[in-house]
């Protein structure tokens, strides 16, 4: 089975600052990976996502991530914030074969002036 | 414009009634989720749909119900054998050979 592990519930940070938020996944099989925001009250809006090739794969909004097999990690990265980033960020796990995502509990970014 | 559309944002219902909740999308994708989010716990799936009439249930399909007669409608049901309903509900889709979902904007439901 799979699972997908989001290490910080909150991460405050300053604005202009660079952030990380962490996630490591768990399975037995390949996965594709992904990572959406989440604004106040509002749906869930795709940031980036790894299926195959370069470990490194830059999404929207200056966002960008890595993927370390070896570390089963998809850690996601932004050099300098702005106080719009603020949001809950939702690290997601695919596994292949299935048509089923799973998801973190999420991080909540907290930009400040 | 494309996209997914839920109604409505807000609902308010007492406890013992069922409630439906709306989804509705035109991008022409065969699969449909239904996702049920609390604070601090991510999203849950509920029930998913990969083609018209059929759909499986999910991780906490327990006191929902749901049916799919069109291609572009989900509609989820809230029945009163639900314990705890008060929650942000999202419906999300994927087309056929892709990866990733898009999700609605959510339906806020509040049962007193």
């Known amino acids: 089975a799979q699972s997908v592990t989001q290490l910080d519930s909150q991460v405050p940070v300053f604005e202009e600052a660079p952030v990380e938020l962490r996630c490591n996944y768990s399975?037995?099989?390949?996965?594709?990976l992904f990572w959406y925001v989440q604004y106040p009250n509002q749906g869930l809006q795709l940031l980036l996502k790894?299926?195959?090739?370069?470990?490194l794969v830059k999404g929207i909004n200056g966002f960008e991530a890595e993927f370390n097999k070896s570390q089963t990690s998809f850690h996601l990265r932004k050099p300098s914030v702005h106080i719009s980033d603020t949001a809950e960020y939702f690290c997601?796990?695919?596994?292949?074969?299935?048509?089923?995502?799973?998801f973190g509990a999420g991080t909540r970014l907290a930009v400040h002036p | 414009d494309g996209g997914i559309t839920q109604s409505p944002k807000y609902l308010f219902r007492k406890e013992g009634q069922n409630v439906t909740l709306s989804c509705e999308q035109n991008?022409?994708?065969?699969?449909m989720y239904w996702y049920r989010q609390d604070p601090g716990q991510g999203l849950r799936l509920i029930y998913y749909s990969q083609i018209v009439n059929d759909f499986q249930k999910g991780d906490i399909a327990e006191g929902y119900s749901v049916s799919r007669e069109k291609k572009e409608s989900f509609p989820l049901t809230v029945t009163s054998a639900q314990k705890n309903p008060t929650a942000f509900y999202l419906c999300a889709s994927q087309g056929q050979g892709g990866y990733e979902q898009y999700f609605g904007p959510g339906t806020r439901l509040t049962v007193t």
């Open positions: 991008l022409n994708h065969d699969a």
């Open positions: 399975s037995s099989v390949s996965v594709y």
């Open positions: 790894y299926l195959s090739g370069s470990t």
């Open positions: 997601a796990v695919r596994a292949g074969g299935y048509n089923k995502l799973i």
